[in-house]
Nanobody, 117 residues
Framework: VQLVESGGGLVQPGGSLRLSCTASGFTFGGYAMSWYRQTPGKERELVAG????????NYADFVEGRFAISRDDAKSTVYLQMNSLRSDDTAMYYCNGGYTGAVFVNWGQGTQVTVSP
């Protein structure tokens, strides 16, 4: 299993970013996928999940309608569109298999999101 996240960066509060995670080493279309984030000294937390086929999604309470998870099975890629970013969204963002919890032992390198004026 290989997961490669990209799309992070520095953005001002209220701005937007679109994260991508390209996967390989497993049958992508057969797995739910999810995004997580982690800040130093804290445990990794679930941000959003999307089921097989993309018909169902779930979000952490802190998302409050600001983010949207989607997937493109032809590209083995899962996305996280993040709008109305806040300073407390600053974190390293990761993807993994699963809908409400990670199913792969392997994690990618993550992509850093920094929200700052």
């Amino acid at each position: 299993v290989q997961l490669v996240e990209s799309g992070g960066g520095l953005v001002q509060p209220g701005g937007s970013l679109r994260l991508s995670c390209t996967a390989s080493g497993f049958t992508f279309g057969g797995y739910a996928m999810s995004w997580y984030r982690q800040t130093p000294g804290k445990e990794r937390e679930l941000v959003a999940g999307i089921d097989v086929g993309g018909g169902r999604t779930n979000y952490a309470d802190f998302v409050e309608g600001r983010f949207a998870i989607s997937r493109d099975d032809a590209k083995s890629t899962v996305y996280l569109q993040m709008n109305s970013l806040r300073s407390d969204d600053t974190a390293m963002y990761y993807c993994n298999g699963g809908y409400t919890g990670a199913v792969f032992v392997n994690w990618g390198q993550g992509t850093q999101v920094t929200v700052s004026p």
